[in-house]
């Protein structure tokens, strides 16, 4: 008979312990979710939407053409690459970093041209703002 609820009470307990690893899954992945959206516009070839998440001053570099930009020089440049290499899929393959800094690394492909896009996201009391955006041909 003890062994009965002993078997019920580890049966009870169970579920909660399931969720909060689930939960705890779930926290670690938000902690990088900031780049589904940007993902989003860089495969969409956005620059208006992309934009909107980069920080008031930023560093830009398209191919070794390095700037330190407004975030409308920032959307001019960008605009400009994707009138010249329109987005046709884009992948996140390596995300890192810790507070108040993330980074990721993806792949662009623009239908005949492959890039390297390295971005740079720093969190602050405001929200999270790409600080860096490096698109780099393959």
């Not at 605009?79 to 800094?101: A, D, H, L, Q």
């Amino acid at each position: 008979m003890s062994r009965l609820i002993a078997i019920a009470g580890l049966l009870l307990l169970f579920p909660f312990v399931s969720s909060s690893q689930s939960i705890r899954v779930c926290e670690d992945d938000d902690d990088n979710n900031v780049f589904i959206p940007i993902s989003k516009y860089m495969q969409k070839g956005d620059a208006e939407c992309l934009a909107a998440w980069f920080a008031d001053n930023l560093q830009v570099d398209v191919m070794g053409s390095v700037s330190n930009c407004s975030r409308n020089q920032a959307r001019q440049i960008i605009r400009n690459f994707f009138t010249n290499y329109t987005p046709r899929c884009f992948e996140i393959v390596y995300k890192s970093g810790t507070y108040p800094m993330k980074y990721a690394v993806g792949n662009l492909d623009s239908g005949g041209n492959m890039f390297t896009v390295t971005i740079l996201v720093k969190t602050n009391d405001t929200g999270n703002y790409i600080e860096q955006l490096k698109i780099e041909k393959q």
